[in-house]
């Protein structure tokens, strides 16, 4: 009987982070199709999971990702910020188009997550920012304007506050509403500091409430709630013991530059593999509780940009009315 590691492997929610992971051990994955580009200190990586094989060398569910990478949004610059909102405006609207969406089609905004806890706050905050329109065309459809679609949204709370599942809240919902499809945005974990509240990533596999955290929930897919699903997500949490595991790369690297022979300094560790020194950092760090999720001091101020960044983005690329190129006016 072979023993479960899966609780040692490096726990990411980014099909980009997977796709590194996996690269290191074999640079060309069948079913698993890279391409992107960079603008202006905006990264742009596009990932196609087109196989079970692929599916599982990641890890993730096959479909599409894309993902944006803006370390500079640590700098508070508004006018990036907006170009970041442009270009996720740009990206998902092409998203839509991919996946066949009419630009009539109805949409439900579901922002899940903790508005009381401020690193799971990100949907709740995208909620707020929303244009929502769903109201106008039930009471007053001849006095809408052209260039906008039905978007109706809502922040269903966490199961620990309001006893039920989310996916079952949702899953009412959308009986009654019936949207022609679901975008749910959650707060996500990397394996990495540096892209904590710098990073986006959206996907057509629908999404795990909590999966971040290693909570197993009803899922938000195609196949739960018969609709399609769209997924957001923006890491604004780590784990104690990955970033304990990169302190031991960031070491490494760091010896590597004055010495050939780092073993004399780091020992036995030098010569682990990444999956086996995060097994004996967890070993040591779980039973004393440990573990933690670890979000940067300036949490409070980031999530509010990144929230308003993705709001305005998605009222962008949902409303013809306003203006993809130019998102400015809608980010602050």
Request: proline residues 5%; negative net charge.
């Amino acid at each position: 009987m072979e023993a479960d590691l899966s609780a040692y492997s490096v726990r990411t929610d980014l099909a980009l982070e997977a796709r590194d992971l996996a690269s290191a051990s074999e640079p060309n994955i069948p079913g698993v199709m890279s391409s992107g580009y960079e603008q202006e200190g905006i990264k742009v990586s596009l990932i196609d999971i087109t196989s079970e094989q692929g599916a599982q060398a990641l890890g993730k569910l096959p479909g599409h990702y894309i993902t944006l990478e803006v370390p500079a949004l640590r700098q508070k610059d508004s006018d990036l910020q907006d170009r970041v909102a442009t270009v996720f405006a740009q990206e998902f609207e092409k998203f839509l188009q991919k996946l066949n969406i009419a630009k009539n089609a109805s949409v439900l905004i579901i922002g899940l997550g903790n508005w009381n806890v401020t690193p799971d706050a990100l949907g709740p905050l995208v909620v707020e920012n929303m244009t929502v329109t769903r109201h106008y065309f039930e009471l007053v459809p001849d006095q809408v304007s052209p260039g906008y679609r039905p978007v109706s949204a809502v922040a269903p709370g966490v199961l620990g506050t309001t006893g039920i599942e989310t996916g079952e809240i949702v899953q009412g919902i959308v009986d009654r509403s019936k949207p022609d499809l679901v975008i749910a945005i959650d707060a996500l974990a990397s394996r990495s500091l540096e892209r904590v509240n710098t990073t986006i990533q959206i996907a057509d596999t629908g999404i795990h409430p909590g999966s971040g955290i290693g909570n197993k929930r009803k899922g938000l897919t195609i196949d739960t709630l018969g609709v399609p699903v769209i997924a957001i997500g923006v890491p604004t949490v780590v784990y104690a013991s990955t970033i304990v595991n990169n302190a031991f790369d960031m070491m490494h690297n760091h010896f590597k530059k004055q010495t050939a022979n780092t073993g004399q300094i780091l020992g036995l560790m030098d010569h682990l593999q990444e999956n086996e020194r995060l097994q004996l950092v967890k070993e040591v760090l779980n039973p004393l509780g440990h573990d933690l999720l670890v979000t940067p001091k300036e949490i409070d101020q980031f999530i509010e940009d990144i929230a308003n960044i993705v709001a305005s983005g998605l009222n962008a690329a949902l409303h013809e009315a306003i203006d993809v190129d130019n998102v400015a006016a809608f980010t602050h």
